[in-house]
């Protein structure tokens, strides 16, 4: 892309390098092709799951707490459920929540970060008092009060995480604009005339994108841990709803008489956490080299 | 060539390849160089020429992935296949660097006087000596590069200017007494003054400790001053080398004359600077035979054919041409024609209107005690379709004026205004007014690498600034085409971004950015510095054209006084924020003010006189 393309000028050797170069391109790591394939089994299980597996909630009490077989892949729980059904079914709530809680941090985020970090003066006063007020208040104790006193519920939950989480986006995206923001392209557009949204959300916000979509799957893995941590506590999804943090919880009781209640959904955060940091890395690696620096 | 004996290094074939993408790319092709005890060599080069990265592989230092093959002697060590436990006893022992920042060079933590005892410390006689002597030693040390105030090695870097910086820098690399230094880029971060002193000290020492030094520079000025032989480089090859007055008064290969051509002469204004057509190649075009062809008047195809290499020509001169023989005397005559090129006089029409009038302007920075004044009491005045130069070096306040002509920066004090527009309201302003200023004056960035967004592409950029245009509209706004055939560039460069574009290519389209408004100004921050010299003329060239065009105005501010020479109808000299001589052009020829002579002396100069007066004045 940045060689010189006259017609016939093209050399064998200039072909081949070209073509390694975008071999190389296509090629991500085994790692983030694992994780983009867990991911993707999230999503389609998210979106279709009570499609896929429609027998899931179905009890049977004399199949309880069987271990693995081919019929029951991670066993049966205490009411005779398959519990590999259960964590398919539960990828709903693991996909939804976080990702509408990295979502509005993100843009929560990207328009008071930009704000506080460019406009600056009162405005950017207010918004980081507010942002140190809520890096001062213990996170998840804040949620548990607030959901008892909202009264509970999965979409409750998300809401608050969703604006406990906002603070680490906005302080991210106001670090960013501040160290941009005194580079020439910024103040050329300043001098052209454009307008403060304009240089905000025109120039600024492309630059600062790489930086702010990777913090957005880091809270995407945050609030997934979050929110299975407050079902995990019954703050969450309602008891008994196929919620991977619901389902540890309840696996408690029997937990001895099958290991697997409590493996299955574990096993199934632990993967979705970890595929997005990976994910959330290789992302803000292609964003920041494609292109996008000056030199 | 006849003493081998007296030989120190001898480097031939050296070639440098880096591994990417499963590919090999050569960076250094074939390089031979020799250098004698006591002798200085230049090693002069645009960027990418290979200039740095050769030098570096004779210690061993270049950045992992890269791999240097050919033979280098150094005192009779193969420097380029010894062990590491060999190059050890070899850096520092046998050959230092100095490098461009010594900031970089030097750890923020440590004292002045540290550093020099973390080297001294490798000799045993050092290590011998008590405490009250070594800090004799440490002193001694500091003494021999001018530095004669006891109090600086307790000093921290960051409390040094940049002078007594690279000065810092350069004991503590003589500190090991090395037989050969190596100086890359040794001047190019200071102001000219400085440069002068730091190359005159580092030539004394040189000569005193008959010490070998190769230097590494990309102004052939600096290079013919200071060393008694120059190598010329280009994208990766040698072109020509020999010694300084001749390469200086007869070069013998294409580039080293274009080189030589490029550069603005300081005692004359030339209608148009000579300048080397095209720009520098892509290193992922590795082409055969001479890498300068496709640049060259002269190339026929017999010079793509085959590889070449430096070959004698005579008088202890090398030169890499193939028709060298052939051209020699065209090459004089052209050389000839440079020198007595048709000048042009300095017109400036004094009726014309006031499109800026300062009156007494001051600019502070921070309050109380603690307040840093930029500017002060500074009066200046543009006319229409003038050209103004604003002189300083670094610290001066050249850049905050312009800053504060185009509201990046307010005004503290005093009266400003700017099309009838008095800019000391500055956020108090009607939004009308601001419009009007925004669209008649416009800036023209330093660095072309960040002053364009790396997220938009060259079209995007100028599509904007067209739209900015057409908001304020009484003029009709130019297209993106129209906007890159003004500033030189074919259409295509509208689909590319930033990353793609070389550093002339980026300035030229910052200048058709702010010519996009159609602005009666143009200020113009060091818009040549961060360029090579063959693209600097072009840029020159650019901006010279698009005044005689459109008749706009340009507030050129720069530290380079030829620069001056070739644009400036008007100069303003400012030190330390304070207006120290103003007058038209001719102020270069017959300057009032101390410091002006003094910048004019600064200027680097061929002949050697210009660092050999000034050290013979500081013996004195």
Known sequence: MSIETTAGAETPALRTFRAARRRRRRL???????????????????????????????????????????QHWLGTDDLGRDIFERVVLGARTALYGPLLIALGAFVIGCVLGLTAGYIGGIPGGIIMRWVDLMYALPGVLVAIVAIGVLGGGYWVAVAVIMILSAPYDTRLVRAVTIEQKGRPY??????????????????????????????AFLSFAFALINLSALSFLGLGSTPGSPDWGTMLAESQASLLDNPLLAIGPALAIIFAAVSVNILGDYVFDRLSTKEGRND | MTEHASRLLDVAGLTIGVRTGGEQRILVDGVDLHLDLGETIGIVGESGSGKSLSVRSLLQLLPAGFTATGAAQLSGVNVLTASERDMRRVRGRQASMILQDPFTMLNPLMRVGRHLEEVLREKPEYRAMSKPERRAEVQRRLEEVGITDPGVARRYPFQLSGGMRQRVGIAATLATDPALIIADEPTTALDAVTQQEILELLISIQRQRRMSMIMITHDLRVAFAACDRVYVMYAGAMMEAGPSDELSRSPRHPYTLGLLASEPPLDRRLARLPVIQGELPSVRDQQVGCRFAERCEWATPDCTQERVRLAPIGDDRSSACL??????????????????????????????????????????????????????????????GQAVALVGESGSGKTTLGRCLVGLESVSRGTAEVFGIDITRGAK????????????????????????????????????????????????????????????????????????????????????????????????????????????????????????????????????????????????????????????AQVLDSPSSGYTKQLLEAVPRTSSDWLGKRSQMGKA
């Open chain 2, 429 to 584: 302003l009607p939004r009308s007014d601001v419009r009007t200023w925004r669209s008649k004056v416009q800036y023209v960035f330093q660095d072309p690498y960040s002053s364009l967004n790396p997220r938009m592409t060259i079209g995007q950029t100028l599509a904007e600034a067209g739209r900015q245009a057409a908001l304020v509209g009484d003029a009709p706004v130019l297209s993106v085409e129209e906007v890159l055939e003004r500033v030189g560039l074919r259409a295509q460069y509208a689909a590319r971004r930033p990353s793609a574009l070389s550093g002339g290519e980026r300035q030229r389209v910052a200048i058709g950015r702010a010519l996009a408004l159609n602005p009666e100004l143009l200020i113009c921050d060091e818009p040549v510095s961060a360029l090579d010299v063959s693209v600097q003329a072009q840029v020159l060239n650019l901006l010279n054209d698009i005044r005689r065009e459109t008749g706009i105005a340009l507030l050129f501010i720069t530290h380079d006084l030829a620069v001056v020479r070739q644009v400036a109808d008007t100069v303003y000299v400012l030190e330390k924020g304070r207006v120290v001589e103003t007058g038209s």
């Open chain 2, 323 to 384: 028709r060298v023989d052939e051209i020699g005397r065209e090459l004089a005559a052209r050389f000839e024609t440079v020198e007595h090129g048709a000048v042009e006089a300095a017109h400036q029409d004094l009726s014309a209107p006031v499109i800026v009038a300062l009156e007494g302007v001051s600019k502070t920075y921070g309050h109380g005690n603690g307040a840093v004044a930029a500017l002060e009491d500074v009066s200046l005045t543009i006319r229409q």
């Open chain 1, 186 to 215: 910024v103040e050329a557009a300043r001098t052209l005339g454009l307008s403060r949204s304009r240089v905000m959300f025109r120039h600024l916000l492309p630059n600062v994108l790489p930086l702010a979509v990777s913090q």
């Open chain 1, 28 to 70: 991500p790591s085994v790692a983030v092709l694992l994780s983009i394939a867990y991911l993707a089994c999230i999503v389609v299980a998210g979106v279709f799951g009570p499609l896929l597996v429609p027998h899931a909630n179905v009890q049977s009490l004399t199949d309880s707490l069987q271990g693995m077989s081919s």
